[in-house]
Protein backbone atom coordinates (compact mmCIF):
# COMPACT_ATOMS: atom_id res chain seq x y z
CA UNK A 1 0.00 0.00 0.00
CA UNK A 2 1.54 3.17 -0.88
CA UNK A 3 2.39 5.40 1.97
CA UNK A 4 1.62 8.98 1.07
CA UNK A 5 3.23 11.88 2.66
CA UNK A 6 1.98 15.42 3.20
CA UNK A 7 4.55 18.60 3.05
CA UNK A 8 3.29 21.65 4.32
CA UNK A 9 4.80 25.27 4.29
CA UNK A 10 2.87 28.33 5.09
CA UNK A 11 2.91 29.27 1.03
CA UNK A 12 3.60 26.50 -0.72
CA UNK A 13 5.83 28.21 -3.09
CA UNK A 14 9.71 27.04 -2.05
CA UNK A 15 10.20 24.30 0.52
CA UNK A 16 7.33 22.33 0.52
CA UNK A 17 7.96 22.13 -3.74
CA UNK A 18 11.35 21.41 -2.88
CA UNK A 19 10.60 18.68 -0.25
CA UNK A 20 7.76 17.00 -2.98
CA UNK A 21 10.01 17.05 -5.79
CA UNK A 22 12.82 15.68 -3.69
CA UNK A 23 10.71 12.48 -1.98
CA UNK A 24 8.99 11.71 -5.21
CA UNK A 25 12.30 11.43 -6.92
CA UNK A 26 14.01 9.06 -4.77
CA UNK A 27 11.04 6.91 -4.42
CA UNK A 28 10.71 6.57 -7.78
CA UNK A 29 14.67 5.74 -8.33
CA UNK A 30 14.77 3.62 -5.17
CA UNK A 31 11.36 1.68 -6.60
CA UNK A 32 9.80 2.92 -2.77
CA UNK A 33 5.91 2.46 -2.69
CA UNK A 34 6.03 6.36 -1.01
CA UNK A 35 3.86 9.28 -3.22
CA UNK A 36 5.17 12.98 -1.46
CA UNK A 37 2.12 15.92 -1.86
CA UNK A 38 3.24 19.56 -0.68
CA UNK A 39 0.48 22.38 0.26
CA UNK A 40 0.22 25.71 1.81
CA UNK A 41 -2.02 27.11 5.01
CA UNK A 42 -2.43 30.46 2.94
CA UNK A 43 -0.89 29.46 -0.70
CA UNK A 44 0.67 32.17 -2.76
CA UNK A 45 -0.64 30.69 -5.46
CA UNK A 46 2.95 30.49 -7.47
CA UNK A 47 5.74 28.75 -7.09
CA UNK A 48 9.42 29.89 -6.53
CA UNK A 49 10.76 30.30 -10.12
CA UNK A 50 14.09 29.27 -8.13
CA UNK A 51 12.43 26.28 -6.72
CA UNK A 52 11.70 25.09 -9.79
CA UNK A 53 15.00 25.98 -11.27
CA UNK A 54 16.75 23.82 -7.89
CA UNK A 55 14.66 21.25 -9.14
CA UNK A 56 14.89 20.56 -12.59
CA UNK A 57 19.01 21.00 -12.62
CA UNK A 58 18.79 18.00 -10.16
CA UNK A 59 17.04 16.50 -12.86
CA UNK A 60 13.26 16.69 -11.84
CA UNK A 61 10.26 17.01 -14.30
CA UNK A 62 8.54 19.85 -12.31
CA UNK A 63 5.62 19.83 -15.05
CA UNK A 64 2.03 19.93 -13.41
CA UNK A 65 3.42 21.37 -10.24
CA UNK A 66 1.12 24.51 -8.53
CA UNK A 67 1.01 25.85 -5.28
CA UNK A 68 -2.04 24.50 -3.85
CA UNK A 69 -3.82 24.79 -0.34
CA UNK A 70 -4.05 21.78 2.36
CA UNK A 71 -7.98 21.99 2.09
CA UNK A 72 -7.63 19.90 -0.82
CA UNK A 73 -5.99 17.18 1.24
CA UNK A 74 -8.44 17.26 4.25
CA UNK A 75 -11.54 16.97 1.56
CA UNK A 76 -13.45 13.67 0.72
CA UNK A 77 -11.61 11.40 -1.96
CA UNK A 78 -8.02 13.29 -0.80
CA UNK A 79 -5.24 10.31 -0.44
CA UNK A 80 -5.06 9.61 3.33
CA UNK A 81 -2.16 10.47 4.56
CA UNK A 82 0.22 8.42 6.45
CA UNK A 83 3.15 10.99 7.42
CA UNK A 84 2.34 15.19 7.30
CA UNK A 85 5.55 17.14 7.68
CA UNK A 86 5.75 20.67 8.05
CA UNK A 87 8.75 22.46 6.64
CA UNK A 88 8.28 26.26 8.07
CA UNK A 89 8.07 27.40 11.41
CA UNK A 90 4.89 29.21 10.64
CA UNK A 91 2.94 26.73 9.38
CA UNK A 92 4.36 24.01 12.31
CA UNK A 93 2.47 26.52 14.58
CA UNK A 94 -0.65 26.67 12.78
CA UNK A 95 -3.82 25.08 14.04
CA UNK A 96 -4.03 21.99 10.92
CA UNK A 97 -7.22 20.58 9.55
CA UNK A 98 -8.53 17.44 10.65
CA UNK A 99 -6.39 14.83 8.26
CA UNK A 100 -8.50 11.20 7.79
CA UNK A 101 -6.20 8.33 9.53
CA UNK A 102 -4.79 10.62 11.84
CA UNK A 103 -1.36 10.85 10.47
CA UNK A 104 1.97 11.58 12.25
CA UNK A 105 2.75 14.85 12.09
CA UNK A 106 6.41 16.23 12.61
CA UNK A 107 8.44 19.15 11.89
CA UNK A 108 11.43 19.38 10.18
CA UNK A 109 12.25 22.90 9.69
CA UNK A 110 14.72 24.61 6.78
CA UNK A 111 15.36 28.57 6.79
CA UNK A 112 13.65 30.13 3.71
CA UNK A 113 16.02 30.23 0.58
CA UNK A 114 13.91 33.09 -0.49
CA UNK A 115 15.47 35.36 2.40
CA UNK A 116 19.04 34.60 1.46
CA UNK A 117 21.71 37.40 1.08
CA UNK A 118 24.21 37.62 -1.88
CA UNK A 119 21.87 38.72 -4.72
CA UNK A 120 20.64 36.14 -7.58
CA UNK A 121 22.90 34.02 -7.27
CA UNK A 122 23.20 33.85 -3.62
CA UNK A 123 19.40 32.61 -3.91
CA UNK A 124 20.16 30.33 -6.31
CA UNK A 125 22.70 28.64 -3.85
CA UNK A 126 20.00 29.04 -0.61
CA UNK A 127 17.53 26.84 -2.77
CA UNK A 128 19.81 23.92 -4.24
CA UNK A 129 21.51 24.04 -0.45
CA UNK A 130 18.25 23.64 0.92
CA UNK A 131 16.64 21.00 -2.01
CA UNK A 132 20.05 18.70 -0.86
CA UNK A 133 19.30 19.18 2.86
CA UNK A 134 15.87 18.31 2.43
CA UNK A 135 16.90 15.33 0.19
CA UNK A 136 19.06 13.99 2.35
CA UNK A 137 16.24 13.73 5.05
CA UNK A 138 13.56 12.68 2.42
CA UNK A 139 16.35 9.37 1.88
CA UNK A 140 16.58 8.92 5.20
CA UNK A 141 12.67 8.58 5.91
CA UNK A 142 12.55 5.96 2.25
CA UNK A 143 15.15 4.15 4.06
CA UNK A 144 13.02 3.58 7.16
CA UNK A 145 10.34 0.03 7.16
CA UNK A 146 7.14 2.18 6.83
CA UNK A 147 4.77 -0.77 6.73
CA UNK A 148 6.38 -2.36 9.80
CA UNK A 149 6.30 0.69 12.33
CA UNK A 150 3.54 1.72 14.18
CA UNK A 151 2.70 5.42 14.63
CA UNK A 152 4.30 5.71 18.04
CA UNK A 153 7.35 4.41 16.42
CA UNK A 154 7.24 6.32 13.24
CA UNK A 155 6.90 9.65 15.00
CA UNK A 156 9.70 8.86 16.91
CA UNK A 157 11.91 8.38 14.11
CA UNK A 158 11.15 10.87 12.26
CA UNK A 159 12.26 12.78 15.16
CA UNK A 160 15.31 11.37 15.27
CA UNK A 161 16.14 12.07 11.95
CA UNK A 162 15.21 15.82 12.38
CA UNK A 163 17.83 16.07 15.32
CA UNK A 164 20.73 14.22 13.37
Not at 46 to 66: H, K, V
Request: hydrophobic share 40%.
Amino acid sequence: MTTNVLILCTHNSARSVLAEGMLNHWAIKLGKDVRAYSAGSAPSGRINPLALEALTNAGIDTEGYRSKSWDEFAANGAPQMRIVITVCDSAAAEQCPFWPGSPVKVHWGYPDPSNAQGGDEGKRQAFDITRQAIGYRMLQLLDLPLDLLSNAELRQVLNDIREN
